[in-house]
Every structure is written in C-alpha cells, then in structure tokens.
C-alpha cells in the first residue's frame, strides 16, 4: 500500500464540506475536529509510491525450450520454495569445469530478469534464484566425491531447463531424508573439539566460539508448539506510530549518482568480507566467495557480480513491490535457549548481506553523521571502546551515586518499520 498523510484541517476542506448545506457548518466543524484529534497521535507515514511491480507472464509463454507453460513451473517454484527452506545444511562445494559456468549463468540470469522492470519473469526471479541451490546443489551422499557432485549437477541442470521442478523437489526431499538425524546437544566431547580445532585452522574464530558455547549452554530448543508460539509473541504486529515520532519537513530524494560506486568490484570486495551461515536459501557466505570471486569461472562470476551491482543500486533508489523481494529479505528462525527463556535469532541471506555491506561502505560517512555518538558500531573507530571507557570515568566521580541501565522488553521487534522507512526519507 502507499501510504501518504491525512489532509489538514483548512478553511477550503469545511468549505468543500458545507458549500451545499450552510446550515450545517457547526456540526461539520466538531466532526473534521473530532476526526483531527482521533488521528493526532496515529498517523500513517508517508512512504514512497511503488514504482517496480510484478508483471503478469502470458499463459502461452513457454519455460525455456521446454513445452511446459512457465506460469505452471512458477507454481511449482512456489511449493518447492516453501519446502526447501526447512532442508538440513547438506549442500556440496562447487565443483569446477562447464557446468559450475552453467550455475552461475542460470543464478545470473534471474538476477536479470529481476533487474529488467518490463520482464515477464521479473514475479519469481528471486524465487528462482533461492531456490536453485537447494534443488541443484544437494549432495547425492555425505561422501559423494568432486566427480559425483558434478554428475548430479549436470544432470539436475538438464531437468531445471526442462521445467521438471517437481522431479528435482523429490529427488531433493529422498536425499534430505536419507541424512542422520544430528543434534548439537548429543555430541561427544570428542566431536566438538574436532570441529573446534577444524573452524580454528580455517580462521573462523567467532564461528568457533559460538559453536562452544552453543554446546555446552541450552543450544538450540526443538520446535515444539509451544516454542513457536514464543517465537510469535516475540514478533508482534507493528503498533501505530506516533505522531511525535514521524518527522517532518520538506524531503530532499537521494540522488541515483550516489550510488554509481557500486560496480561488481565493490560487490566482490563485500563477498570477500562477509562471513557467517546460510539463509533459507542454504547458500552461505563460503559458497557466495567461490561463486562471485573464483577464477576458475572468472567470467561468469564478473557477469553475475554486475547484475548483482545493479540490483543494489536499482533498490538504493527504487521502491519495489514487497512481492519482488520477499525471498531476499527471509531469516531463518532459530530460537536458542537462553536459560531461563528464549533468544530468537534471525538469519538473513547471505546475498543481502553482501548487498547491504556495499551500500554501507558508500554511505559510510552519512551513516556516521546520521548516528552520532548514539550509535556506536556506525564506522566509528573503537566506539564501544570509547563509550565503555567514558562510563567508567563518570562511575568514577565522586558525585556519581549510581547508574542506572534501562533494558526495554522486546524494544527491537516492537519498533515500527514504516516510521523508520518515513523518518529516513528525511536528512537532518
């Protein structure tokens, strides 16, 4: 929906409302107050009309050189979408040679089709993108080999391009439920200390002492009834947003130059620094750096790196229908035992990770004077540093009695997201 201000309360809005009955201008007056008054303190904010819709794609359009219409894959993109992301974590390193070219160009060729705004396929774009990995990448067994994993790929790729989605689904859910059931909270000491000792030759430090205390705390809770209804009251619907929290003035719109350094060499050097598990999709940050920065398919990988280049830079200016985005903005869920109680932790896409990262890195110096002092991981160097110190010193003084930390509940989910999108929209 687009969103814009209720119209204030001006003599020629009661003119237009009493012009045919005078008699009645008091009564006109006390509703147009009452109703002012009812929307004083909740008002609607004022975001940007939707520019990039979903288009409609012709019944007679064919899927590739298939005979299968591509509205009926579509669907079968859906129901494959809605049942690969609850899959383990199962699936292989990419293997190199003419078909790993082929991956990557099919991957690029829906961030295209997304990126082309009169595209017929622009509606399950980044659904396709999501769900190909999970569908084409599922190792065959847990000791498949290099020349195995290329053999199931090149195959999977010929019945993708056939439109025989629901093949590949089943083959997907076979190999899912061949996997050994594996829970953290069951395993030796033995294997923990193996893993630790393999994250820390990798360099994955932080993964490492996550993965310790994750073992040896409550873990991950099953997802019981109960859990998930946690889980829901930890992520209410959004509250009316106040009146005195929308800020006003004349809007000054970003300028789409502003982005023009966003080429496919900064989105290499984002993949490159970022780091951290998988989304819904399943592709984590290890699988992006081997997809977007190999040499081995150079090409291919420049020419996805360019179309990811110019969705960040078309969605740092554009407003696109939720539709479009929604597979790029999922998390996993996953809630950890906080002992007592529940810690939810969302995991994004790695790809919007990567994206976000470089359109940080272009408003770096706009993030630091919007932040201020306030925010103190906003590229200030060592903030926290300088905040943990600054407390101390007033702690310290003699006329410092006590300090007082004020721990809002839920402050974070609570916060309404279309008052941030409208207060952003305005440069203070």
Not at 409 to 425: G, V
């Amino acid at each position: 929906p687009i969103y814009t201000e209720p119209p204030p309360l001006t003599k020629a809005l009661v003119f237009d409302q009493v012009s045919s009955h005078p008699g009645t201008l008091t009564q006109t007056l006390r509703d147009l107050r009452e109703q002012c008054d009812a929307d004083k303190n909740h008002r609607n904010p004022n975001l940007p009309a939707i520019e990039i819709v979903p288009n409609e794609t012709a019944s007679n359009c064919m899927w590739k050189n298939s005979d299968q219409p591509t509205i009926r894959v579509f669907k079968d993109i859906d129901d494959a979408y809605e049942q690969t992301v609850f899959f383990k974590q199962n699936l292989m390193h990419i293997p190199s040679g003419n078909v790993t070219k082929q991956f990557i160009s099919e991957l690029t060729l829906w961030i295209t089709e997304l990126n082309n705004r009169n595209s017929s396929l622009n509606s399950h774009a980044m659904k396709a993108f999501m769900v190909l990995p999970d569908l084409l990448l599922q190792k065959p067994t847990r000791r498949s080999k290099a020349k195995d994993n290329s053999q199931a790929l090149k195959r999977r790729l010929d019945e993708w391009n056939k439109g025989n989605i629901r093949g590949l689904l089943k083959e997907a859910k076979q190999v899912q439920s061949k996997l050994d059931a594996y829970h953290k909270s069951h395993r030796s000491i033995e294997a923990i200390a193996k893993t630790f000792s393999s994250l820390i030759s990798d360099g994955k430090i932080n993964a490492a002492m996550k993965m310790l205390d994750e073992s040896f705390s409550g873990g991950l809770l099953p997802l019981s009834p109960e859990i998930i209804k946690q889980l829901e009251e930890k992520h209410p619907k959004a509250s009316s947003a106040l009146d005195e929290a929308l800020l006003q003035g004349p809007l000054e719109p970003a300028e789409s130059y502003i982005y023009d350094r966003i080429d496919e060499m900064c989105i290499k050097r984002a993949a490159l620094k970022t780091k951290g598990s998988a989304g819904p999709s399943g592709m984590h940050a290890d699988m992006f750096r081997s997809i977007l920065c190999s040499n081995k398919h150079a090409k291919e990988s420049k020419d996805l790196r360019e179309q990811i280049a110019l969705l960040t830079r078309q969605l740092s200016i554009n407003a696109y229908h939720p539709s479009l985005l929604e597979p790029l903005v999922a998390c996993r869920l996953i809630p950890l035992a906080k002992n007592p109680g529940i810690r939810p932790i969302g995991v994004g896409e790695t790809l919007r990770r990567i994206m976000g990262k470089a359109v940080s890195w272009v408003l770096k110096e706009d993030i630091k004077q919007a932040a201020g002092p306030l925010q103190t991981c906003a590229s200030h160097g060592a903030g926290a540093e300088a905040a943990i110190h600054g407390m101390r010193e007033i702690f310290d003084k003699e006329d410092t009695e006590a300090v007082l930390l004020v721990d809002a509940k839920n402050a974070f989910n609570c916060l309404n997201r279309q008052a941030a999108l409208h207060n952003i929209r305005f440069h203070h």
